[in-house]
């Protein structure tokens, strides 16, 4: 698998892969590449999102 075919943790996230506190105790220790991958205002919705609140796009 190429870096492109993996999840990033938002990703993982919208899958309900990890719980939300684990997502809030992984999110903020991640940096540039995820910000690179999802974009800047999806990663910051993320960073202030209550437990089950999802990005949609417009």
Do not use: H
Not at 11 to 34: H, M, V
Request: aromatic letters at 18%; hydrophobic letters at 35%; proline letters at 2%.
């Amino acid at each position: 698998m190429n870096g492109s075919d993996m999840m990033n943790l938002i990703d993982e996230y919208e899958a309900r892969l990890p719980t939300y506190k684990e997502f809030q105790n992984y999110i903020w220790g991640c940096g540039q590449r995820l910000i690179n991958n999802v974009g800047l205002d999806k990663f910051v919705f993320y960073l202030n999102a209550e437990e089950d609140k999802y990005y949609a796009e417009k």
